[in-house]
């Protein structure tokens, strides 16, 4: 059964950085494409960020290039989001997401079945 739990959301004032982690257990990372969304009020779910199978490809929303950096530590089977000089339109709950049919990432959620419980993530002064 894949697993992922998020961490590392909270509080931050606009310019902060945060990491969140996506631990993964029922698979290892290091063999599925992972991606990160993230679901504001009232909007659409939008994805932020992912990484394929291989590692070697990884891709980002336009309003997060430059400041988020993906990354994966398959020794410890968890993923991770940097967010730097965060914005309040960042705000949002963000999940980690995963499906065994993907070796490259995309931004459909509709083609992952595996997600994480989310992580708040709040950007205000």
């Known amino acids: 059964q894949l697993h992922l739990v998020e961490s590392g959301g909270g509080l931050v004032q606009p310019g902060g950085s945060l990491t969140l982690s996506c631990a993964a257990s029922?698979?290892?990372?290091?063999?599925?494409?992972i991606a990160w969304f993230r679901q504001a009020p009232g909007k659409e779910r939008e994805g932020v960020s992912c990484?394929?199978?291989?590692?070697?490809?990884?891709n980002y929303v336009n309003s997060v290039k430059g400041r988020f950096t993906i990354s994966r530590d398959n020794a410890k089977n968890t993923m991770y989001l940097q967010m730097n000089n965060l914005k309040p339109e960042d705000t949002a709950v963000y999940y980690c997401?995963?499906?065994?049919?993907?070796?490259?990432?995309?931004?459909?959620?509709?083609?992952?079945?595996?997600w994480g419980q989310g992580t708040q993530v709040t950007v205000s002064s």
């Open positions: 990484i394929s199978r291989s590692g070697g490809s990884t």
């Open positions: 029922g698979f290892t990372t290091d063999n599925y494409a």
């Open positions: 997401a995963t499906d065994p049919r993907l070796s490259l990432c995309v931004f459909d959620n509709r083609a992952y079945r595996y």
